[in-house]
């Protein structure tokens, strides 16, 4: 098996194990102990009838310190169903992992540069928002202004039927 991987990323293989003996056959599938957090094996222990077949998925994601070229051995096991794997045969698999984290800086600079983006942004937002803020409040005090000097304007002429009521004044200003 070979893997070429980048750390952080998931690669998965396929490896189909065939019972070809004449009897029942418990399977079991590892790595060597060194790499075993780096491996995902599913199923890893099963039961095959004579000639049935079983698709294993091996999945390597290596750790973000690893870089490099790595050999190592995958096993599969089979012994008899009453045996509990003391007395068995079986297969060593050679596995070339050449990794690279490359593509972690890529992803790293990624990641940065939309952080930075939606920082600058929502600061540019804020900013904006309270300009507005601030903006509306003065535009509101002149709208209130304006209407009490009209109102009192019209109640000293005698029109104090056309001012506007105050439950509108305070309800306008309040909807900005």
């Keep these: 098996m070979t893997f070429d991987a980048h750390v952080g990323i998931t690669n998965e293989q396929s490896l189909f194990v065939i019972n070809d003996g004449s009897g029942i056959s ?22 095959l009838d004579p000639g049935e077949h079983k698709e294993v998925i091996i999945g390597l994601k290596a750790p973000i310190s690893a870089n490099g070229n790595y050999d190592l051995k995958a096993y599969v096991i089979a012994s008899a169903p009453s045996s509990d794997f003391e007395v068995g045969s079986g297969i ?9 984290n490359d593509g972690l800086f890529f992803a790293s600079g990624a990641l940065a540069i939309i952080l930075i983006g939606t920082i600058v942004t929502g600061s540019r937002w804020n ?12 535009d509101e005090k002149i709208i ?10 019209e109640e000293i002429h005698g029109r104090s039927d056309k001012s506007p009521d105050m439950d509108e004044i305070t ?6």
């Design 26 to 47: 418990d399977y079991r599938v590892y790595v060597d102990d060194q790499f075993v957090e780096w491996f995902t094996i599913s199923p890893n222990n099963f039961t």
């Design 92 to 100: 060593k698999i050679p596995v070339d992992i050449k990794l690279s």
């Design 127 to 138: 900013k904006n928002r309270i300009q507005n803020r601030k903006n509306v409040t003065t």
């Design 144 to 153: 209130a202004d304006e209407l009490v000097t009209s109102s009192i304007i």
């Design 171 to 176: 309800d306008d200003t309040n909807d900005k």
